[in-house]
């Protein structure tokens, strides 16, 4: 580098310095060409567990809490370094906003990395200013899964969920070991009822990579409304793969109706002088009719025998008891979350040749008992995708390629052997839709009662009841919640009550060269319960 053009750089940063503004700092490339990059000029953070209160994005009567900055990770940032920023409220005290933001982009160019690239920092900023809460909170945890080499895109397989009476307190993802991730939170209940809605924030860029791009959550910011905490949140895709967005459900406390008023607004009149009608001066001419039609029988001449206590029979009752309540409807509402055993992890599209077996923990509970779920897909299944057949949430999506179809046999098992009780499965197929050139299809066995929306026909053919789709639909419109359904989810659904063993052939007609997916779950918006049904 020339001398001259070296000490007019230096003199240049050495002014932008004193001036308090943004320092210009020199990286030299592999190729000897000077490249100029801005840093912003921080004071020195000491990095401890405490976090620093900054007034950024804050609600009336709130400041936001903000984790120390941590390095992303290279390509745009992996997943697990999320485990950095852990997003804790206080006792008493429930989520109501979080956002990643990044924190400096700074150019680093060498011959170690091939070139130039961007390394991130990044910081998470939240507030803790939702609703009221017990002091206490349930710890929960997503299920493992992949973590895809650190894309972001792969947080899509876990959901936040907490129960309809309590928000969140904290969450934090977990790096664990053998390439899997996991979302640990807190659930805290409410003080009062809660009146929730659903919220998402708008599809954005995913950074266009499958893996990295956690830097591309700063284009969402998950904020509920004052006086509102956070009950659930999730991320899903756009129908292309291409752009993410987070779906989330904010709650407030339910308002307490007005008194009502006093039942009369007056006093009652006052009484009459003479309260009941006079009496009348003789007895009635006659006396009422008899309740016989006939007159009874002339009494006999002689009187009867003298009546004494010996004649008397005393009968002694037993007292009656209460019947212990019977549960009359038996009903598992399958939940897909605990998939213990996944064939389909990090196998290439194929078709499968051999009987594929899933197994489900704790899928219910039902009069005390606990109940797992074995599904068996028979040979022949054919799949484009297998990567994607994963829990989702509370259900399983399967991927299936066109032109094919294929049989899974249900077996609902207490203790690990088949259950032989009265325990019947509510069951959902979602997503039962169509593409421009391919239908979905289902055969469904021992089915009891079901509910189809209104964009699905059902036939019985050979004793099964036969669901077909008549709904053209994309990735846009998938459920991520069975207790959420859009409203063309919930047109293209079915929910069945079937016996503790049953069967369903699904298949898709036409061709797609990504296949398409179905959706397995329990209870959902279409039936939550066939229990007490008159309809």
Known sequence: MPMLALTLLLAATSTASSMGIDNKIADVSPYGAVIMRSEKTKSAKTE??????????????????????????????????????????????????????????????????????????????????????????VSKSTSPNSDGNGGVVYMD???????????????????????????????????????????????????????????????????????????????????????????????????????????TPQPTAPPTDTPTVAPTESPTESPTELPTQEPTETPTEEPTEPFTPDDVTTTTMEPLTTPAPVDDCLECRLDFSKLTHNPFDNVPPQTFNQDQHLIFNKVCEVSGES??????????????????????????????????????????????????????????LLDLDRGDNTLQWADVSHVFQYRQGPNVTVTQIDGKHHFLSQRIGNGADNPHDPMMLSPEALNSGVAVQTSAQFAVTFGISGSDPNGRMFYFAGASTLKPSFCNDDD
């Open 48 to 137: 401890s567990l405490m976090h620093t209160n900054v007034s950024e994005d804050a609600s009336s009567g709130c400041s936001p809490t903000t984790t120390p900055d941590k390095k992303a990770g290279d390509w745009e940032g992996r997943n697990w370094k999320l485990n950095k920023h852990p997003v804790q409220c206080g006792s008493g005290e429930s989520l109501s906003q979080w956002r990643l933001k990044t924190t400096s982009r700074r150019r680093r160019c060498g011959w170690f990395s091939g070139g130039c690239h961007h390394a991130q920092r990044t910081e998470m900023q939240y507030q803790c200013c939702g609703v009221a809460t017990e002091n206490t909170c």
């Open 157 to 263: 397989r876990h959901k936040v969920r907490c129960q309809a009476d309590s928000l969140i307190r904290d969450w934090k993802l977990v790096d664990l070991s053998g390439g899997k991730i996991s979302i640990d939170y807190c659930c805290a209940k409410a003080k009062r009822s809660l009146t929730c809605r659903t919220t998402s924030t708008s599809f954005n860029s995913d950074g266009g990579r499958s893996w990295g791009g956690v830097i591309y959550l700063d284009r969402h910011n998950v904020q509920c409304r004052n006086n509102e905490g956070l009950q659930q949140w999730s991320m899903a895709r756009s129908s292309n793969h291409k752009k993410m967005k987070i779906d989330y459900v904010c709650c407030t406390e339910t308002p307490t109706p007005k008194p009502t008023p006093q039942p």
């Open 371 to 428: 109940y797992d779920l074995a599904i068996n897909i028979a040979s022949g299944y054919w799949s484009n995708r297998p990567e994607q057949n994963h829990a989702v949430g509370s259900m399983f999506r399967l991927n299936m390629k066109a032109g094919s179809n294929a049989t899974a046999t249900f077996k609902l098992l207490k203790n690990g052997q088949p259950a032989e009780d009265d325990v019947k499965i509510l069951f959902s």
